[in-house]
Nanobody, 128 residues
């Protein structure tokens, strides 16, 4: 079982930046603590369904971004710290929502992303 703990959310003005962090820990009989799966972020914005934001392969080289955040958000991961980061720049009011860190992220046959493990979420609020 994987536990994910997000941090770094908060209130920021439009055009500003925030950096989210997600610390992952895996309790397994093997004692493994590093995730070898794709991790990423979803968000739940007011009035909309939960949506995929970004994913990063376990090697940290391959990434996928939702069109709405391309060029503004950057995901990275540090295996030594078992942590994934989401740098969010040029934030817009429509980025307001709860951001969820996910693990074991996959893209399904219909092109939709899904994840097996979810964090508790962190609130991001962008004011005008």
């Amino acid at each position: 079982q994987v536990q994910l703990v997000e941090s770094g959310g908060g209130l920021v003005q439009a055009g500003g930046s925030l950096r989210l962090s997600c610390a992952a820990s895996e309790r397994a009989t093997s004692g493994r603590t590093v995730s070898f799966y794709t991790m990423g972020w979803f968000r739940q914005t007011p009035g909309k369904e939960r949506e995929f934001v970004v994913g990063i392969h376990w090697n940290g080289q391959s990434t996928d971004y939702a069109d709405s955040v391309k060029g503004r958000f950057t995901i990275s991961r540090d295996h030594a710290k078992n942590t994934v980061y989401l740098q969010m720049d040029s934030l817009k009011p429509e980025d307001t929502g709860i951001y969820y860190c996910v693990d074991h992220l996959v893209v399904n046959a219909d092109g939709r992303w899904s994840a097996e493990y979810w964090g508790q979420g962190t609130q991001v609020t962008v004011s005008t």
